[in-house]
């Protein structure tokens, strides 16, 4: 909220000192606040996808962990920490898991060389 | 470069040997109360969730801590246990006054825990009359005791005798059992199971149990018990050619050298809120204070062994009862005393001596 100051200018507080805030993680639900009814979808649809199915909640922790180094988000990578450790994992699981992700981040480079190679011997001699 | 919490690794020697501040339970109680200052008291919170009075169910478990001796040091431990702890050890005396308490009450099991109970002079006698009296009978075992030369034949003296085997192993891999209970924990504790397997623990016959008590090695909850065993038992018969009956998963209480390594580690706070956050009505009714009693090497009685380690006496209608004057009804007629650990036993599944509660 702007803040009033007492020569009775307005003082907006325009940028977060940093761009990740643990905070932000804890308060995530406060989202909601512009857009309530997708705010709702979302986090239902967010704990149904987390609860045990075909597959069990500890896979899908994993997952969330190895996705969460893929998008590279540090608010995901703390969260599925810990929701790996709750669930059983152990620090060498969780680290293959991550490598799953690494592996498969570095392979998409690397698959795409392949048009490269196509298309320089498309163009060269 | 800072080391994280999670390598912070604390002396492995007993705060009492240490004479640290926290070996004094006022200073444990002052640094949970301060911990979680502004949120609900766990009374409050209990009465939140439908429990005005929070009072005893039937009594089924006689726990008796025959005392602090330990041969090993573990950083997690909540009694503070260890192998120059021979100044907390229960006399005969006691014992028997035990005995003749447990005659009074309807109690099924004799949970036997300590220290590690294998080292004490009476645990024998105590594990004779217990079954002698048609009782079930738990030994809180740390898997190493049964290894030392002085407990040889152990194994197979508890076989003959029924009495199951909780043992506590944090993982069915080593990297996390070695860093709660010290670098070749693991290895011993592997020795030690396949030598219960031996004697027929761990193979679905009702007089052999052996279960397994897992808790977290850091500042997070157990998993669900029955969510993970399948995994263990998968685990445990591939990589080691070891089998187990069940498994136990109990939260880690926040007091003693648990207590110690939260603070150095700068996960106290965290993990306060993790356990409060986390409160599980669902997970109230199965307590382990609601249907144990457990008694001091001393002799004094209490509603759980970690209120025993708070010097949080049960609050009976009977002011200054101890198992010398045990009356059951007196027992049975009192109000379970709580404070802020108490949300370790309420928290995600719930925790108690029998695993999950909820």
């Known amino acids: 909220m702007p803040r009033k100051r007492e020569d009775g200018t307005t003082e907006r507080k325009l940028m977060s000192e940093h761009y990740y805030k643990p905070d932000h993680l804890k308060n995530f639900g406060g989202i909601s606040e512009g857009a309530p009814e997708l705010g709702k979808k979302f986090f239902e649809y967010y704990s149904a996808v987390f609860a045990a199915g075909a597959l069990t909640e500890r896979e899908k922790a994993l997952i969330a962990l190895a996705v969460a180094h893929t998008v590279q988000c540090p608010y995901c990578i703390d969260a599925y920490t810990t929701e790996s450790l709750q669930k059983g994992a152990d620090l060498e699981q969780m680290t293959e898991a991550v490598h799953v992700a690494c592996a498969i981040r570095g392979g998409a480079s690397l698959v795409h060389g392949m048009q490269m190679k196509e298309h320089a011997e498309k163009v060269g001699m | ?358």
């Open chain 2, 1 to 358: 470069m800072t080391d994280s919490p999670s390598v912070i690794r604390l002396p492995a020697s007993t705060l009492s040997s240490r004479r640290a501040p926290l070996a004094n339970p006022l200073e444990q109680l002052a640094r949970l109360e301060a911990s979680t200052a502004g949120r609900a008291s766990f009374q409050e919170t209990l009465r939140g969730a439908g429990w005005p009075d929070f009072t005893p169910a039937r009594l089924e478990i006689f726990q008796i801590n025959l005392g602090k001796l330990c041969n090993m040091t573990c950083r997690h431990c909540h009694v503070d246990a260890g192998p120059d702890r021979s100044d907390a050890m229960m006399t005969r005396e006691t014992v028997d006054a035990c005995l003749r308490a447990l005659d009074q009450t309807p109690s099924h099991t004799v949970d036997i825990t300590g220290g590690a109970p294998e080292l004490h002079p009476e645990f024998r006698y105590l594990v004779e009359a217990a079954r002698a009296r048609g009782k079930h009978v738990i030994d809180r075992c740390n898997l190493s005791v049964l290894l030392l030369p002085r407990n040889a034949g152990l194994a197979e003296w508890l076989a003959e005798r029924g009495v199951e085997i909780v043992a506590s192993l944090p993982h069915y891999r080593q990297r996390s059992t070695d860093a709660q209970r010290g670098d070749g924990a693991f290895e011993k504790s592997v020795t030690a199971l396949r030598l219960l397997n031996s004697v027929g623990y761990g193979q679905g016959n009702p007089g052999r149990v052996l279960s397994l008590m897992t808790n977290p090695a850091g500042a997070f909850l157990a998993p669900n018990q029955s969510d993970v065993e399948g995994e263990w038992k998968t685990a445990l018969k591939r990589d080691l050619g070891v089998t187990f009956d069940r498994l136990l998963a109990l939260n880690n209480m926040p007091i003693s050298r648990f207590l110690e390594w939260l603070i150095e580690s700068g996960n106290l706070d965290s993990y306060m809120a993790r356990l409060v956050d986390g409160f599980n009505p669902g997970a109230v009714a199965g307590v382990m204070c609601r249907n144990t009693i457990s008694v001091s090497w001393d002799g004094r009685l209490f509603d759980c062994d970690f209120n025993q380690m708070l010097d949080l006496d049960a609050e009976t209608s009977d002011a200054g009862m101890t198992i010398e004057t045990f009356d059951f009804e007196s027992w049975q007629k009192r109000n379970i005393v709580t404070r802020a650990h108490c949300f370790g036993c309420t928290a995600g599944a719930g925790s108690s001596c029998g695993g999950s509660t909820a």
